[in-house]
RNA sequence: GGUCUGUUGGCUCAGUUGGUAGAGCACAUCGUUCACAUCGAUGGGGUCACUGGUUCGAGUCCAGUACAGACCACCA
């Protein structure tokens, strides 16, 4: 069918387009990046969606920023790569996936890990490819030639070529460390992992007699449970109450060990009764403090959570909790309980069922953090990567300079197994690219890898080069790394960006990005969380079923700001659809109205021809700023003020007149501004609404066999802003403003001739501007005075802005004197004021030397002129006040 | 306990070097002969949380207060 205006609906219908939109921009292979040499790429790696469902709105907001940065660099001629893939997620992923096996009968004890794995392979496939066909929805503009998955296999070699460099380095070790540990996930869990929440509880106070008689001490505890583990009390050096126990021991009630108490200064004195009880298996201060004083360390908690044989036979295989209330039972018939007072503290809990963990000693493999902490601080603190806002830089400082080391052992199957063998024979640990065929110490040949695989963010720590074929040195990571813009929620600030930082200082010797451009989370309309167990989760594919991408695109930016949370409601992508609607119907309206391609060239401009041009060429140089500044929501509300309230409420209103008029240089002129703007404005457009825009670019004379998303940026020009009569025009649309407003108030008839004259008593101004504010303010007075009806004032406003020049303006009579002279005075405040700090900046040297000289110049003539409005309102404030 | 953020019309939010408060939705009145009722015109509605300070001038900068929220944290 050929594209004409004729032809199109008279209402905007993405559904029928978008698919099919997109398959031609895929196929013509516009998304796959070229190396251009010699010119600055601009590369964005998509922050790979986990493969354990689907989409929700906080991908379709990241997606929707990364894509409008990658559509208008891609525009303005740079050669743009935004990288896509998705994250295998270990533990997340194995949750599911035994779910599953659960729902189907099948229990992962009874399974072989190859078995499981084939299971898990099989989701990967299914909610993989679930995902990038969603992408694809959203109109997501990423090169599909270079998806990458987390766990490929060269992508797993990146891996375990960092894990041997890390481990040959010292970086890497394995040790028996207290570690967080959850019971139903049976795995370790790093720092980041745990979640902190509060939990109303009680202090238990418990005394443990001392070993020769004597009273002992008092101890507090949260967790009663554990005192089956202790191995010793602390008290503090200084504290002058206990310090006749130094040296000896107490017994610890229930299992008749002798434990002795010992001196550090980690116990707080005045904090419960200055005793504690000391757990190191089981906590980690306790921890630190046997290693310091020498303390045993004794295992009462299994994996499972239950209690183990340490703990005494009364107790084990008791949960935590039963153990609980047996203990403090016992305790009480022994009389040994003192005091029982509620208490609230905070708990940790595992970040994906939220179970409570238990610390406890574990043979784990660890990252030693300081030495990567350090330059990850530097190279943000020298501002190698910026924040945006900046105010996330605290945030990642705090947590940088704070870390501990990194436990990346998890006793999970789905994930990169830990490239390290154990021989039997000798026990030597190796750690290597390959499996060894032979153990080099004692060439004994039985060996066996480690069971365990690693924590999923070790592997996504290396995504912005190990995507690009790390460690390799290929044209790609040559070309395209460092990447440009990193854009992410600020709740994956620890677990992934900082990571990726010190990973890619580490490996790439270059900070992985230059920007990091933190959003803030979707909410509901309420404010809540979008969640799962609320049931208030949107599905972004339902809502491009029912309005379209590209409202759903538009209504996620529209009023956002980086890093502050936004609400989502269907009213904003109503909005946003109207929009659409709104531009779909401006553009059938101009193409109904062309006749073949036009050119500004040659062209005689009228006051409201410059004065569009010269508003399309602000939104083009602000639009472009607010790219460059991450400024996602103020450029498209630009874009949606300059296309709805100043191209389509006044432009095309006044271009109707010449259009249907006789005056054939008037119609080709316009005809041509209007083509002009329209490509202009579905350019601009383009990076939040690709599909729409695309449609219609199709349409413009000359472009039926271009692409929107191909064609160049549209251009500043500097002699297509016509400021002064941009100012004048502003003026005139505000006369319009006002005679609508005296013809409703006049009751003058739609479609009546009629002849607006108004009649002059006192100043008349001559200036279009001041006879607009006198306009305006006899108006809202309704001071005027009608002699003659007008001429069809209605439907063709243009003659009411040609008689607007004839009405002659009453001044004084009715104004508000009061009102008026305050108004005035506050002016003549403000105006001194400017002149004050115009007379300042005239004053500094360093203004005048430095500063170009067209701008003093500038400022020197700004200055005169506000010095002679300044006398005239003087001498009318005068006036008015006597 | 530490850090950070917000408080602007009925609702949701913009407001980028300080210069006479904005939008969308909602509301009221009017209007369908032709781009658009997913529309147009007009209008009502805000002492920009509070108190002080800097300034000719503060929503905007500074200090404090109140309320709301987020993140971090090994006080048993």
Redesign the pocket.
């Known amino acids: 069918m050929e594209n004409t205006a004729n032809n199109m609906d ?4 993405p559904q029928g387009i978008e698919r099919d939109i997109y398959d031609s921009w895929e196929k013509s292979g516009a998304f796959t990046a070229k190396r251009v040499e010699g010119k600055k790429p601009f590369t964005i790696v998509m922050p790979p969606p986990n493969i354990t469902g689907q989409l929700h709105m906080g991908h379709a907001m990241d997606c929707l920023l990364q894509d409008s940065l990658a559509r208008y660099h891609r525009m303005k001629g740079d050669p743009t790569l935004w990288l896509p893939g998705t994250d295998h997620a270990s533990i997340a992923t194995e949750v599911k996936v035994v779910e599953k096996l659960a729902a189907q009968g099948i229990d992962k004890k009874s399974i072989s890990r190859e078995e499981f794995l084939e299971h898990a392979w099989e989701w990967k496939e299914e909610y993989g490819g679930r995902i990038t066909q969603q992408l694809r929805r959203l109109g997501a503009s990423c090169d599909w030639s270079r998806e990458r998955f987390t766990l490929d296999e060269d992508y797993y070699a990146a891996v375990r070529e960092v894990f041997v460099r890390m481990y040959e380095k010292g970086l890497i070790y394995r040790g028996n460390r207290i570690v967080n540990w959850c019971s139903v996930c049976q795995t370790a869990l790093s ?2 992992e ?3 929440e ?1 939990q109303a509880s009680f ?1 238990w106070h418990i005394r443990y007699p001392a070993s020769d008689g004597g009273e002992g001490v008092v ?5 009663p449970e554990t005192m089956l583990g202790d191995t010793g009390v602390a008290v503090n050096p200084e504290d002058k109450r206990y310090i006749h126990l130094h040296g000896k021991t107490v017994t610890l009630p229930l299992s008749g060990r002798n434990i002795p108490i010992v001196a550090d200064s ?12 000391m757990t190191p298996a089981h ?3 306790d921890f630190e403090v046997a290693e310091r004083t020498g303390l045993a360390i004794l295992n009462v908690i299994n994996p499972d959570g239950t209690m183990n044989d340490a703990a005494g036979t009364r107790y084990a295989g008791l949960s935590a909790l039963d153990c609980r209330k047996l203990v403090v039972e016992d305790l009480q018939k022994l009389g040994l309980i003192i005091k029982i007072e509620p208490y609230t ?2 708990v940790g809990t595992c970040y994906r069922c939220h179970t409570t963990v238990d610390p406890l000693i574990s043979l784990q493999w660890f990252v030693h953090m300081e030495p990567l902490a350090q330059p990850a601080i530097e190279a943000v603190r020298n501002n190698q990567t910026k924040f945006v806002p900046d ?1 996330f830089s ?2 990642y400082f ?2 940088m300079e ?1 870390i ?1 080391d990194w436990c990346i052992s998890r006793q999970l199957w789905w994930g990169h197994r830990i490239p390290a063998w154990y021989c039997e024979s000798c026990g030597e640990i190796i750690v290597s690219r390959e499996a060894p065929d032979i153990c080099p110490v004692c060439q004994s040949s039985r060996l066996k890898q480690d069971e365990d695989v690693l924590d999923t963010w070790f592997s996504s720590a290396l995504w912005p080069f190990a995507t690009l074929g790390w460690p390799e040195n290929t044209d790609d990571l040559k070309y395209f790394y460092p990447t440009s813009t990193l854009v992410t929620g ?2 994956i600030i ?1 677990f992934w960006v900082a990571r990726m930082i010190f990973s890619g200082i580490e490996y790439m010797g270059e900070v992985p990005f230059d920007t990091v451009l933190i959003h803030g989370l979707v ?1 509901d ?1 309420l ?1 809540r969380k979008m969640s799962k167990s609320l049931g208030n989760g949107i599905d972004p594919l339902d809502i491009i079923e029912a309005y379209g991408a590209d409202a759903l695109r538009f209504s996620l930016c529209q ?3 980086p890093g ?4 989502f ?1 269907t ?2 992508v ?2 946003a ?2 929009f ?3 531009v779909w ?2 553009a ?2 101009v193409l ?1 109205n062309l006749e073949g391609e036009e050119s500004l060239e040659g062209k005689s401009l009228g006051l409201a021809d410059k004065w569009i041009l010269s508003r399309a060429m602000e939104a083009i140089k ?1 639009i472009g ?2 790219f460059e ?1 991450n ?1 996602h ?2 450029a498209a ?1 630009k874009i ?2 300059f296309a ?2 100043e191209f ?2 006044w432009y ?2 006044l271009a ?1 007149a010449d259009l249907f008029g006789e005056d054939i240089q008037r119609k080709q002129s316009v005809r041509a501004v209007l083509q002009f703007v329209l490509e202009a404005l579905l350019k601009m457009l383009h990076p939040f609404m690709p599909f729409i825009t695309e449609e219609l670019y199709r349409y413009l004379p000359g472009r039926e066999d271009e692409s929107c998303m191909l064609s160049k940026w549209p251009i500043y020009v500097p002699s297509l802003h016509f400021a002064h009569d941009a100012d004048q025009m502003q003026g005139v649309m505000d006369i319009i ?1 006002a005679v ?2 005296l013809r ?1 108030e006049l009751k003058v008839q ?2 009546q001739k009629a002849r607006l004259m108004l009649k002059a008593q006192g100043d008349w101004h001559s200036t279009l501007d001041e006879s607009r504010q006198h306009f305006m303010r006899l108006a809202s007075a309704s001071s005027v005075e009608l002699l003659d009806a007008s001429e069809q004032i ?2 063709k406003i243009v003659s009411a802005v040609t008689s607007a020049a004839e009405i002659l303006i009453p001044l004084g009579d009715l104004v508000d004197f009061k009102k008026e002279i305050l ?1 005035m005075q ?2 003549y ?2 105006l ?3 002149i ?2 115009s007379q300042a900046k005239l004053n500094n040297d360093g203004f005048l030397n430095k500063a170009p000289e067209s701008l003093v110049l500038a400022e020197k003539q700004k200055l005169e002129e506000n010095m002679m409005m300044l006398n005239t309102m003087e001498q009318r404030l005068i006036e008015m006040k006597s």
Not at 10 to 13: D, E, I, M, Q, V
Not at 266 to 277: H, P
Request: net charge neutral.
């Open positions: 008279k209402t905007y219908n720092d980041a745990v979640e902190h509060e202090l101890v507090a505890t949260t967790r980690y116990v707080d004195i005045s904090f419960g009764t200055g005793a504690v009880k906590d980690p201060n503290h905070q105010r605290k945030v705090n947590w704070n501990r600020y709740d620890f909410r309309a404010g009023g956002i700001s502050a949370d936004t609400r409601s009213e904003r109503e909005s659809r109207n659409a609607n709104k119907n401006a059938r309206f109904m602000e700023e607010h500044q400024e929501g103020l509300s949606y003020d709805w309230g389509c409420d095309i209103e109707k403003r609508r407003n409703a739609p479609g209605e439907g108004r506050k002016e405040d403000n001194s004021g400017e004050m700090r």
